[in-house]
């Protein structure tokens, strides 16, 4: 009996020496240096692999950060600002400083807005629609509705409205990682500043079709009428392709081109609403339908 | 036993009902809407301008590069408008628009010419017309067809092959066309065969156009340079590479060009169009389309202006009936779905196919029951339920290494699957992630 | 116009009339035949089996995929019909009704939804769920009631052994074939089916018929099962040749046990066979192989079924290694 169990032992003890023989000699024969501020980095980088910084992972972000001398146009956009100053404090090197962004739709195009002529059967894919023609609607410009971008979020920041047929990002959520712009055939997703108390205006349309075959496609669609252009005091609205655009950082969000904007396609978000224009609103929309 | 390609193939239902409806011209249309990227490559560059006269034949569009193609005004009239408009891809695309002159005669001449079998033209100036004449591939393609006849001397090309297939169901523009321009196209075959300096050609036709075959076999009789060969009714025997596996035995090379092993492959529209330009300096500005659909009343293979829109056609085989569903651009199995009938044809519709509600919709998917049908019947030897798993997956790297890019785009795959399984969706996706990620080297 | 929006969608816009459902109905079909003639061979009981064991299947698949998986419930599409069908042929016919129900549960639950339903499971269900009631209860699963004298009786059913069976432990106490083949059915009644065994695998003709039909309607070609018997065939009557009083002939192995069911409804299975040509060959090789060497060399009489389960694991690799063909393979392309 005793023999057995002092067999037993010296079988498992001597394996287990062996063992340890062998990772020791492993790891010292394959022993490959790192730099341990790889891994510091790394520790303080979100660890969302989100690739939105460029790099596939993000080890890897760190180990070019640790790597390259000027690391001043490499940004987190998830980390944002006080992430990269961390880094820069680690590293010893100067970081840019970036407004944080996040992600809007241009598009205000929803179900009752912007008529379906058509319809589409095949994978729900907002990239193999874009591949068999130009969307269900007349717009040829505006969201497809399948809802690539919210499957490419990796941080629940977007969900489909059933009722408007459209994305939704949910700013607090969103880090601006870019993975809804990557994956948009469209193209209709940007980042803008965050601004203060996420305050933004922008223009909710990329329609390029002369105003009256935009118009007749979608209620809520530029025209490029240029109202919004005359009546901007700070030259932040140019005018391409029959299109607005709004610079977000020229924009000192007066609001003035929000309600000359005769198609209501210019889109405030989060600003207090205005008394009068929240009774006015919904009828001239109503109408415009 | 009739020739065939060895592996894989359907046969879907045929329903050429238009086989016996001989073309009919149709009068010019009040406009035309013509599209400046009829081919594939690069766009033709826009040579007239707003209230410009334009006559038929001219020039309206210069090719925009090598492969790329010259555009001709199908009509004579006045351009109103340089715009975009829906074409068949379903994106709005440049367009010229010319309203026709209807004073002006030239619009209602019949363009029937007498028969011109002498050669006349060096070999040079042979393949100079094709270039200035729009000539493109009419089978579907549209491949600009002086870039197919430009051949190098290390290619050794030996054989002609004129592709009389016609293998998609519906479609008979191109059996019309070998019934009533036989020996137009006899003529064209020979002008192509001296010019390139091939002493062989054969002309390749689906075993249910008898009539057709019966008809060219009289027609080269005497000539032993000309061979007719009947192959077996089989989708997708009209695919270049698989008519060239059926007739000559001869496998086109994993991302190779017919020219490979030595073959030139035409279409008998694309030759009946080089016969107009060479013999009669006509450019290509009208095509056959057949205009069917089960439920179309008067269903026709007519002569089309290139830039026609599509209602004008319907509306000439009496309208669309009621229930209708899908317009199809092209065949059942390799058309495109086109989104309202103002969409003009082009050098490449062969068809406009009217789909009623009770076939237009998509079955459901269900889940695959690995039943292998999509293996079997690939003419191209893949995996089309791994290259769907795989570019699902994102795979994209292994989808290339399961040969994703040769596929054909057939759609046997597709038409086959018992759980309706979206696989050509998946694949074409797949193919073109891989073209923009330019990760591939021959 | 029409009042409904035109269809966009890609190609092809026309499809054939075969579906899926289609296919599995046509297996249902071709296994009628064999199971009219269990009825009439073991009466009752068949019936009592083969209905439990359907029933079970279906609610199982239902009860799974309406509240475990929460997906659509896909009852209807056959599959789980045929199942319950295949389980109960390859049960004996007074098995005791709570054992073909965990069978099923074992079938449905574990073989084919665990995996993530149809399509997606290795091995065929029917096939684990026998094997898994072979090796838990051994003893109810080889009393074999015999033929013709239990059409009535459920319980206390007159049992015996298989043709296999009765080899098998003959040989094994060192009796000859000669001696064994008085005890052992006629062919022609094996032919029929007139003899003992699992419900539905001994009557070789019904079997064969629905297997034509199978064949004839394209739903299962004729690789797997052609080649599966053959090699049985000539396996075992090359054993047979050199010692024809130690092995049975070949004509004995084809008739009696699972080989033909196995060969044209168990192996065929769309989901769980290679799926080219290729390899259709290859894993019926395989399993021909495998079932004449667990049957001559091994401890159960019978062994098509392991035989086919081993293959189905080998699947994927098959599918791995033997492709089509590609059109115009003879340049290669790299990556980089």
């Given at each position: 009996?005793?023999?057995?169990?002092i067999?037993?032992?010296?079988?498992?003890?001597?394996l287990?020496?062996?063992a340890?023989i062998?990772?020791?000699?492993?790891?010292k024969?394959?022993?490959?240096?790192?730099?341990?501020?790889?891994?510091?980095?790394?520790?303080?980088l979100p660890?969302a692999?989100?690739?939105?910084?460029?790099?596939?992972?993000?080890?890897s972000?760190?180990?070019?950060?640790?790597?390259?001398?000027?690391?001043?146009d490499?940004?987190?956009?998830?980390?944002?600002?006080?992430?990269?100053?961390?880094?820069?404090?680690?590293?010893?090197?100067?970081?840019?400083?970036?407004?944080?962004?996040?992600?809007?739709?241009?598009?205000k195009?929803?179900?009752?807005?912007?008529?379906?002529?058509?319809?589409?059967?095949?994978?729900?894919?907002?990239a193999?629609?874009?591949?068999?023609?130009?969307?269900?609607?007349?717009?040829?410009?505006?969201?497809?509705?399948?809802?690539?971008?919210?499957?490419?979020?990796?941080?629940d920041?977007?969900?489909?409205?059933?009722?408007?047929?459209?994305?939704?990002?949910?700013?607090?959520k969103?880090?601006?990682?870019?993975?809804?712009?990557?994956?948009?055939?469209?193209?209709?997703?940007?980042?803008?500043?965050?601004?203060?108390?996420?305050?933004?205006?922008?223009?909710?349309?990329?329609?390029e079709e002369?105003?009256?075959?935009?118009?007749?496609a979608?209620?809520?669609?530029?025209?490029?009428?240029?109202?919004?252009?005359?009546?901007?005091?700070?030259?932040?609205?140019t005018?391409?392709?029959?299109?607005?655009?709004?610079?977000?950082?020229?924009?000192?969000?007066?609001?003035?081109?929000?309600?000359?904007?005769?198609?209501?396609s210019?889109i405030?978000?989060?600003f207090?609403?205005?008394?009068?224009?929240?009774?006015?609103?919904?009828l001239?929309?109503?109408?415009?339908a | 036993?009739?020739?065939?390609?060895?592996k894989?193939?359907?046969?879907?239902?045929?329903?050429?009902?238009?086989?016996?409806?001989?073309?009919?011209r149709?009068?010019?249309?009040?406009?035309?809407y013509?599209?400046?990227?009829?081919?594939?490559?690069?766009?033709?560059?826009?040579?007239?301008?707003?209230?410009?006269?334009?006559?038929?034949?001219q020039?309206?569009?210069?090719?925009?590069?090598y492969?790329?193609?010259?555009?001709?005004?199908?009509?004579?009239?006045?351009?109103?408008?340089l715009?975009?408009?829906?074409d068949?891809?379903?994106?709005?695309?440049?367009c010229?628009?010319?309203?026709?002159d209807?004073?002006?005669?030239?619009?209602?001449?019949?363009?029937?010419?007498?028969?011109?079998?002498?050669i006349?033209?060096?070999?040079?100036?042979?393949?100079?017309?094709?270039?200035?004449?729009?000539?493109?591939?009419?089978g579907?393609?549209?491949?600009?067809?002086?870039?197919?006849?430009?051949?190098?001397?290390?290619?050794?090309?030996d054989?002609?092959?004129?592709?009389?297939?016609?293998?998609?169901?519906?479609?008979?523009?191109?059996?019309r066309?070998?019934?009533?321009?036989?020996?137009?196209?006899?003529?064209g075959?020979?002008?192509?065969?001296?010019?390139?300096?091939?002493?062989?050609?054969?002309i390749?036709?689906?075993?249910?156009?008898?009539?057709?075959?019966?008809n060219?076999?009289?027609?080269?009789?005497?000539?032993?340079?000309?061979?007719?060969?009947?192959v077996?009714?089989?989708?997708?025997?009209?695919?270049?590479?698989?008519?060239?596996?059926?007739?000559?035995?001869?496998?086109?090379?994993?991302?190779?060009?017919?020219?490979?092993?030595?073959?030139?492959?035409?279409?008998?529209g694309?030759?009946?169009?080089?016969?107009?330009a060479?013999?009669h300096?006509?450019?290509?500005?009208?095509?056959?389309?057949?205009?069917?659909?089960?439920?179309?009343?008067?269903?026709?293979n007519f002569?089309?202006?290139?830039?026609?829109p599509?209602?004008?056609?319907?509306?000439?085989?009496?309208g669309?009936?009621?229930?209708?569903?899908?317009?199809v651009?092209?065949?059942?199995?390799?058309?495109?779905?086109?989104k309202?009938?103002?969409?003009?044809?082009?050098?490449?519709?062969s068809?406009?196919?009217?789909?009623?509600?009770?076939?237009?919709?998509?079955?459901?998917?269900?889940?695959?029951?690995?039943?292998?049908?999509?293996?079997?019947?690939?003419?191209?030897?893949?995996?089309?339920?791994?290259?769907m798993?795989?570019?699902?997956?994102?795979?994209?790297?292994?989808?290339y290494?399961?040969?994703?890019?040769?596929?054909?785009?057939?759609?046997?795959?597709?038409?086959?699957?018992?759980?309706?399984?979206?696989?050509?969706?998946?694949?074409?996706?797949?193919?073109?992630?891989i073209?923009?990620?330019?990760?591939?080297?021959? | 116009?029409?009042?409904?929006?035109?269809?966009?969608?890609?190609?092809?816009?026309?499809?054939?009339?075969?579906?899926?459902?289609?296919l599995?109905?046509?297996?249902?079909i071709?296994?009628?035949?064999?199971?009219?003639?269990?009825?009439?061979?073991?009466?009752?009981?068949?019936?009592?089996?083969?209905?439990v064991?359907?029933?079970?299947?279906?609610?199982?698949?239902?009860l799974?995929?309406?509240?475990?998986?929460?997906?659509?419930?896909?009852?209807?599409?056959?599959?789980?019909?045929?199942?319950?069908?295949?389980?109960?042929?390859?049960?004996?016919?007074?098995?005791?009704?709570?054992?073909?129900?965990?069978?099923?549960?074992?079938?449905?639950?574990?073989?084919?939804?665990?995996?993530?339903?149809?399509?997606?499971?290795?091995?065929?269900?029917?096939?684990?769920?026998?094997?898994?009631?072979?090796?838990?209860?051994p003893?109810?699963?080889?009393?074999?009631?015999?033929?013709?004298e239990?059409?009535?009786k459920?319980?206390?059913?007159?049992?015996?052994?298989?043709?296999?069976?009765?080899?098998?432990?003959?040989?094994?106490?060192?009796?000859?074939?000669?001696d064994?083949?008085?005890?052992?059915?006629?062919?022609?009644?094996?032919?029929?089916?007139?003899?003992?065994?699992?419900?539905?695998?001994?009557?070789?003709?019904?079997?064969?018929?629905?297997?034509?039909?199978?064949?004839?309607?394209?739903?299962?070609?004729?690789?797997?099962?052609?080649?599966?018997?053959?090699?049985?065939?000539?396996?075992?009557?090359?054993?047979?040749m050199?010692?024809?009083?130690?092995?049975?002939?070949?004509?004995?192995?084809?008739?009696?046990?699972?080989?033909v069911?196995?060969?044209?409804?168990?192996a065929?299975?769309l989901?769980?066979?290679?799926?080219t040509?290729?390899?259709?060959?290859?894993?019926?090789?395989g399993i021909?192989?495998?079932?004449?060497?667990?049957?001559?060399?091994?401890?159960?009489?019978?062994?098509?079924?392991?035989?086919?389960?081993?293959?189905n694991?080998?699947?994927?690799?098959?599918?791995?290694f033997?492709?089509?063909?590609?059109?115009?393979s003879?340049?290669?392309?790299?990556?980089?």
């Amino acid at each position: 009996m005793s023999t057995s169990i002092i067999y037993s032992v010296l079988l498992l003890a001597s394996l287990g020496i062996i063992a340890a023989i062998v990772l020791y000699v492993i790891s010292k024969k394959f022993y490959v240096y790192e730099d341990p501020l790889i891994t510091e980095v790394e520790e303080i980088l979100p660890a969302a692999n989100c690739a939105g910084c460029g790099s596939p992972g993000c080890r890897s972000f760190a180990e070019k950060l640790v790597n390259t001398e000027d690391i001043s146009d490499l940004f987190c956009p998830v980390g944002g600002n006080d992430v990269m100053k961390s880094i820069a404090e680690l590293l010893g090197k100067e970081v840019a400083e970036k407004d944080p962004t996040v992600a809007v739709l241009l598009c205000k195009g929803s179900c009752d807005m912007r008529p379906k002529t058509t319809q589409f059967q095949g994978p729900d894919s907002c990239a193999i629609s874009a591949m068999v023609f130009s969307g269900e609607t007349d717009c040829q410009y505006g969201c497809l509705g399948k809802g690539d971008c919210v499957d490419a979020c990796l941080f629940d920041a977007m969900y489909m409205d059933k009722n408007t047929g459209l994305p939704v990002i949910i700013t607090d959520k969103c880090t601006s990682c870019g993975a809804c712009v990557e994956a948009c055939p469209k193209d209709i997703i940007e980042m803008r500043p965050k601004n203060k108390r996420d305050l933004k205006i922008y223009v909710g349309c990329m329609n390029e079709e002369k105003g009256g075959i935009a118009k007749k496609a979608c209620a809520v669609a530029c025209i490029g009428c240029s109202k919004c252009f005359d009546i901007c005091p700070k030259d932040a609205i140019t005018m391409e392709n029959n299109l607005a655009y709004i610079d977000p950082y020229l924009c000192t969000l007066c609001r003035k081109c929000v309600d000359i904007c005769p198609t209501h396609s210019i889109i405030e978000t989060n600003f207090p609403p205005k008394k009068v224009k929240a009774i006015v609103e919904p009828l001239k929309i109503s109408n415009d339908a | 036993m009739l020739k065939t390609f060895p592996k894989g193939g359907i046969h879907p239902p045929e329903n050429k009902i238009t086989s016996f409806k001989a073309i009919k011209r149709l009068p010019a249309p009040k406009t035309v809407y013509v599209p400046i990227s009829q081919h594939i490559g690069i766009p033709s560059e826009i040579v007239v301008v707003r209230k410009e006269k334009v006559k038929i034949g001219q020039i309206i569009a210069k090719s925009g590069g090598y492969i790329s193609s010259n555009i001709h005004s199908p009509v004579a009239g006045t351009v109103t408008k340089l715009d975009k408009f829906f074409d068949s891809s379903g994106y709005k695309k440049q367009c010229i628009v010319i309203r026709t002159d209807p004073k002006d005669q030239t619009n209602f001449e019949s363009a029937d010419l007498p028969l011109q079998t002498e050669i006349k033209l060096s070999a040079k100036e042979i393949l100079q017309h094709i270039t200035d004449f729009g000539i493109v591939g009419l089978g579907g393609a549209t491949f600009p067809s002086h870039v197919k006849l430009n051949v190098k001397k290390d290619n050794n090309i030996d054989c002609l092959i004129i592709n009389g297939v016609e293998c998609e169901p519906y479609l008979t523009a191109d059996h019309r066309l070998m019934l009533e321009k036989a020996e137009e196209i006899v003529v064209g075959i020979k002008i192509l065969m001296f010019a390139l300096h091939i002493n062989k050609a054969i002309i390749g036709i689906e075993n249910n156009k008898k009539n057709a075959i019966e008809n060219f076999k009289e027609l080269t009789n005497n000539d032993d340079k000309i061979h007719v060969a009947a192959v077996r009714v089989k989708y997708p025997q009209g695919s270049e590479k698989q008519l060239i596996r059926a007739l000559l035995k001869r496998e086109v090379p994993k991302n190779g060009l017919p020219i490979d092993v030595g073959v030139i492959v035409h279409n008998v529209g694309t030759i009946f169009a080089i016969y107009q330009a060479v013999q009669h300096n006509i450019p290509l500005t009208e095509r056959v389309v057949t205009v069917t659909g089960k439920k179309i009343k008067n269903p026709a293979n007519f002569w089309v202006r290139i830039g026609t829109p599509i209602i004008d056609l319907i509306n000439e085989v009496g309208g669309l009936p009621e229930g209708t569903r899908k317009i199809v651009n092209g065949g059942p199995m390799m058309g495109k779905a086109i989104k309202n009938t103002d969409v003009p044809i082009t050098k490449g519709t062969s068809g406009i196919l009217v789909i009623s509600e009770d076939e237009a919709e998509r079955r459901k998917a269900k889940n695959c029951i690995r039943c292998g049908e999509c293996v079997f019947v690939c003419p191209m030897g893949l995996e089309p339920h791994l290259l769907m798993n795989l570019t699902e997956k994102r795979l994209y790297e292994k989808a290339y290494n399961e040969d994703i890019m040769t596929c054909i785009e057939c759609g046997s795959c597709s038409y086959v699957c018992p759980s309706h399984r979206p696989l050509l969706d998946y694949i074409r996706f797949g193919k073109s992630i891989i073209k923009n990620l330019e990760i591939i080297k021959v | 116009m029409s009042k409904e929006p035109i269809i966009i969608s890609a190609s092809p816009h026309v499809h054939s009339d075969r579906t899926s459902k289609k296919l599995m109905y046509d297996v249902v079909i071709a296994l009628v035949p064999a199971f009219l003639v269990s009825i009439y061979v073991f009466g009752i009981g068949a019936l009592i089996v083969t209905s439990v064991a359907v029933i079970s299947c279906l609610l199982f698949e239902y009860l799974i995929q309406k509240f475990l998986l929460r997906t659509d419930v896909t009852i209807s599409d056959g599959s789980a019909l045929i199942t319950g069908i295949l389980l109960a042929f390859n049960l004996p016919s007074n098995l005791p009704i709570w054992m073909i129900i965990v069978g099923s549960l074992v079938a449905i639950g574990i073989a084919k939804m665990s995996f993530g339903g149809l399509g997606f499971n290795i091995f065929n269900p029917a096939l684990v769920g026998r094997v898994f009631l072979l090796i838990s209860f051994p003893v109810q699963m080889t009393m074999w009631p015999t033929a013709f004298e239990n059409q009535i009786k459920i319980a206390d059913a007159v049992t015996g052994a298989t043709p296999l069976g009765v080899i098998k432990e003959g040989l094994q106490f060192g009796e000859t074939m000669t001696d064994l083949s008085t005890k052992i059915p006629s062919n022609i009644d094996m032919l029929f089916g007139f003899t003992g065994g699992s419900l539905g695998e001994m009557s070789v003709i019904a079997l064969l018929i629905g297997g034509l039909f199978l064949i004839l309607r394209k739903v299962i070609t004729w690789h797997i099962p052609v080649i599966m018997l053959l090699t049985i065939a000539l396996m075992t009557g090359i054993f047979w040749m050199i010692n024809p009083e130690q092995y049975a002939n070949p004509l004995i192995h084809l008739l009696s046990g699972g080989a033909v069911i196995g060969a044209f409804f168990m192996a065929t299975d769309l989901v769980t066979s290679p799926m080219t040509k290729k390899g259709m060959v290859i894993f019926a090789l395989g399993i021909g192989l495998i079932t004449v060497v667990i049957r001559l060399f091994g401890a159960y009489p019978e062994g098509v079924s392991f035989a086919i389960l081993i293959m189905n694991a080998f699947v994927p690799l098959i599918n791995k290694f033997f492709k089509p063909r590609r059109f115009g393979s003879r340049i290669k392309s790299t990556i980089i």
